[in-house]
């Protein structure tokens, strides 16, 4: 009994990153740039010492989502395979989240506070009439300002998330490149990649079974208590 428990015990843990993965995709559902995570068992090397032959594991679901035009000149969106590099405090990172802002010194920005990263450096914006076209040269009345830097990735499954749309890439475990054939859409946001009524079945698909699972542990945890009770009245 305490094996089979032990068992369902284990296969219940693993609905909780479950749910919790879910949960952060519909929290996500309105964050520009957001890219859904999928949770699934990952196969073990070994069972030997494990309850169940599986672990559970996240990844990231890089397709493109829809585009959102919002007429901003600052609002860029990329179509196909890319990442607009930025600057964070712990090194660069990369994002699909084009929603950008200035700050005081007119450095293009996210709104998180990182600086957006053109192929020289940080893009500060100058003159007036701001356009971008989809290779991602950056231009005013005064000329060109820069062109952004956007990266692609040979293996975008190693990316580590650092936030809610934004990625690390330790140890280039990823592949670095530059994207050569971006398509940057100026004045459009992606928008999420997450499928809200999918999310929500899944949710609920979840629910029932950590419902059921409980059941399962409170019948052995009653069988437990009266086999107890049966033994003292023996003794």
Not at 102 to 108: D, F, G, M, P, T
Not at 120 to 146: A, F, M
């Amino acid at each position: 009994m305490i094996d089979g428990l032990t068992t369902i015990v284990e296969a219940f843990k693993a609905k909780v990153p479950h749910l919790d993965n879910i949960t952060n995709n519909i929290a996500n559902i309105s964050t520009p740039g957001f890219k859904a995570e999928k949770h699934f068992l990952s196969v073990l090397q070994s069972a030997q010492q494990q309850a169940l032959p599986y672990t559970p594991a996240t990844k990231i679901d890089f397709s493109d989502g829809s585009l959102q035009h919002t007429g901003n000149p600052l609002d860029m969106a990329l179509q196909g395979d890319g990442f607009f590099t930025v600057q964070t405090s712990e090194g660069e990172a990369y994002t699909r989240k084009g929603n950008f802002t200035i700050n005081s010194a007119k450095e293009l920005m996210t709104p998180e506070g990182n600086y957006v990263m053109s192929e020289g450096g940080r893009i500060v914006l100058s003159g007036t009439k701001i356009e971008v076209d989809p290779h991602g040269e950056i231009k005013s009345h005064e000329g060109s300002i820069g062109k952004l830097k956007i990266v692609k990735f040979n293996k975008p499954e190693n990316l580590v998330k650092a936030s809610a749309g934004v990625f690390r890439n330790p140890n280039n475990a990823a592949g670095l490149q530059s994207q050569d054939e971006a398509n940057v859409q100026a004045g459009n946001i992606e928008n999420s990649n997450v499928n809200a009524v999918k999310e929500m079945l899944e949710m609920i698909d979840v629910q029932r079974t950590v419902e059921s699972y409980q059941k399962v542990i409170q019948t052995f945890s009653d069988l437990d208590n009266l086999s107890v009770n049966r033994l003292g009245r023996i003794s």
